[in-house]
């Protein structure tokens, strides 16, 4: 591992003050930036812990929403009160992801930001652009079982590969930041994260010293709530697709929907020709088929990912049908 300095900030105001420099780095957790450094992947001169820092609250807001900070774990997240009864998308989201012990030690910022898990931007033996920016892409041509079918470009295929990121987009939240200058950022999830398009080392649009404080949900929506994540292993094991979504049935029809899905896309994904072909309509086979379609008319697999097509529409489907009963 190359050496570099370590500093503990001491406040948040503090933490963006020294976080900015070209080759800083905020550490949270450490489950997935300690992991990169060990493989010269993230190499940074300077580490910032802000794991000391007060932001490990979740309470409720004005509004009747939550805030969550991001230094609160996955695990206390998921086992949180108010989580469980009222955003249960979030909690069973959280707990189909990774470890006990992990869990444990990740943090909601950092869940946020973790890297993909793409095979070749972890192999520093091949070009990856993800990594190196002009370098290409292996996965293309190579084995991309675990990549995206949706929102990829010619530069780079590789899946977003939060579990809580793809509930939070189904819940609208919102990530709240503080920036050197003392100015705080309210961004919606629907806009925190970039696509690939030519510049895939972009992820998000955060800047550099750019300090996630807390993430708020609205109030819960109304409806029956359910995470299905289809992987290889029945833990301790990536999405190969994942749904988190939340639906209300009333008087016999789909009186609203929100649904995200994750390891098909570069971000967590969210596409509102899926809602809108659901809304108003009666519960029924071809009605759950008709949404399928919106959501897949534009996927494309690249060989060894094909089978997530199928495999999407099918537990799409079937999510569906549990949660309408159709
Ligand atoms: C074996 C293994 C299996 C896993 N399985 C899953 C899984 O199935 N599903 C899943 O969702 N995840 C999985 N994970 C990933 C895990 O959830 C993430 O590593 C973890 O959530 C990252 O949080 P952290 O606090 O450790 O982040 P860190 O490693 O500390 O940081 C990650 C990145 O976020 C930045 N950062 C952290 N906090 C902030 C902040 N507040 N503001 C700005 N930047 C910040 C850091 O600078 C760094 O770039 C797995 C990880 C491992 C190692
Ligand atoms: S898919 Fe993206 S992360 Fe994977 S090799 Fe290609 S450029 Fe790198």
Redesign the pocket.
């Known amino acids: 591992m190359k050496t570099f300095d370590y500093m503990r900030a001491e406040s948040p105001e503090a933490a963006t003050r020294d976080g900015g420099g070209e080759g800083t780095?905020?550490?949270?957790?450490?489950?997935?930036?300690?992991?990169l450094m060990k493989l010269q992947i993230e190499t940074p001169g300077k580490l910032v812990d802000?794991s000391r820092l007060n932001l490990a609250k979740v309470e409720e807001t004005e509004e009747g929403g939550l805030s969550i900070g991001?230094l609160v774990a996955?695990s206390d997240l998921a086992a949180h009160p108010i989580v469980r009864e009222r955003y249960e998308v979030l909690s069973r989201a959280l707990l189909a992801?990774?470890?006990g012990q992990?869990r444990n030690?990740?943090?909601t910022?950092?869940?946020l930001?973790?890297r993909t898990r793409c095979y070749y931007f972890y192999d520093t033996s091949v070009g990856c652009n993800k990594r190196e920016p002009g370098s290409g892409c292996p996965a293309q041509g190579g084995f991309n079982r675990i990549l995206a079918v949706l929102g990829t470009s010619d530069a780079c295929i590789a899946t977003h590969?939060?579990?809580?990121a793809v509930a939070m987009r189904a819940l609208d939240a919102t990530i709240v930041t503080l920036k050197a200058d003392g100015d705080r950022r309210r961004i919606s999830i629907h806009d925190f994260y970039c696509l690939p398009g030519d510049t895939p080392h972009i992820e998000h649009v955060?800047e550099p010293g750019?300090?996630?404080t807390h993430v708020e949900l609205p109030p819960a929506a109304k409806g029956r709530h359910i995470y299905r994540k289809v992987r290889d292993r029945a833990s301790?094991?990536?999405a190969l697709v994942s749904i988190a979504a939340i639906v209300a049935v009333e008087d016999g029809r789909i009186a609203s929907a929100s649904l995200a899905f994750g390891g098909l896309g570069p971000m967590p994904w969210r596409d509102a020709a899926v809602e809108a072909a659901l809304v108003g309509q009666e519960p029924s086979r071809a009605v759950f088929e008709a949404a399928a379609d919106a959501l897949l008319a534009d996927a494309q697999g690249f060989g060894s990912n094909d089978f997530k097509i199928p495999l999407t529409r099918r537990t799409l489907i079937a999510c569906l049908t549990e949660l309408t009963g159709g």
Not at 25 to 35: H, S
Request: proline share 3%; hydrophobic share 45%.
């Open positions: 780095r905020f550490i949270a957790g450490g489950t997935n930036l300690l992991d802000i991001a996955n992801g990774a470890s992990l030690k990740a943090s910022g950092g869940n930001l973790q590969p939060s579990d809580m955060l750019e300090l996630i301790y094991a990536f």
